[in-house]
């Protein structure tokens, strides 16, 4: 859910991204998002097991949101015995990454039973870092971890950050918005592997414009990686980052 004022929408159903940034840029008051209710989750779950055996329920952070103790009540209420409900400890763009790899996984042979110490795997070997273009929207409040230990002290310099034990923490700092593509291209190169295997996962919003030069920088240094997917960040990270914050999430799976 995505509220602008007395307004509430949801995200993907009757609000897309273009909408929502338009909105978030012109609106007089900050939108507000908010969790799931136990219902709603029950009822995903349900429509689930109407086509499977056994569901794997993958949610955001238990820092950020309180999503993943909502579906665990709500896994009570439908069927425990046939739903994993895995707390991620990631958010956005990187939540998606992790729950590719791990329906790779599952399609390999993976099975329910092993599904979170698969997770627990593999989010040991992700990471995840992002810059923003403004610290504007950031700065309006919000859930935003250990980064706010930068907030006051910037002046004219923007923060690098990353997601580290499930909330968003500082990865260091660039003067100006245009050094964004090399800072994250360092910090690809000091936490993986070019003899191994990586998928990545690109994110923005409203800059995909710059996407070119941050996908042929880490194509320098990383020629091997696999690109999982690239998109607009959503609702949840938008309503704090704002317009122009660019990223990536990637994780060494397979050999």
């Known amino acids: 859910p995505v509220s602008f004022g007395d307004e509430g929408f949801l995200d993907g159903v009757d609000l897309d991204r273009d ?10 008051r900050p939108p507000t998002t908010a969790q799931p209710s136990v219902a709603e989750l029950a009822e995903v779950m349900r429509a ?10 993958l949610f955001m952070s238990g820092k950020l949101s309180g999503t993943a103790a909502a579906a665990r009540a709500a896994a009570r209420e439908v069927a425990p015995d046939r739903i994993v409900c895995i707390e991620s400890q990631q958010v956005s763009v990187a939540l998606g990454l992790l729950a590719l790899r791990l329906q790779a996984r599952l399609a390999a042979g993976c099975t329910a039973a092993e599904i979170e ?49 499930g909330e968003i923490a500082p990865a260091g700092r660039i003067r100006g918005s245009a050094k964004a593509v090399a800072a994250i291209q360092r910090y690809v190169v000091e936490r993986s592997d070019p003899a191994r295997p990586l998928w990545v996962g690109f994110g923005h919003t409203r800059c995909p414009e710059r996407l070119p030069e941050l996908r042929a920088a880490i194509e320098e240094v990383r020629p091997a990686a696999r690109t999982a997917f690239v ?3 959503g609702p949840a990270v938008g309503t704090h980052a704002g317009p122009g914050a660019l990223g990536v999430t990637f994780v060494h799976d397979g050999e």
Do not use: C, W
């Open 48 to 57: 689930a097991l109407r086509e499977r055996e056994t569901a794997v329920g």
């Open 19 to 28: 909408n929502f940034y338009r909105r978030l840029t012109t609106s007089e």
């Open 231 to 233: 998109t607009e960040i």
């Open 117 to 165: 110490a698969a997770a627990a795997d593999l989010r040991a070997r992700q990471h995840t870092v992002f810059t923003l273009d403004t610290l504007e929207y950031l700065q309006r409040g919000g859930r935003i971890g250990r980064a706010k230990a930068m907030m006051g002290t910037l002046l004219g310099v923007l923060p690098v950050l990353e997601i580290d034990d």
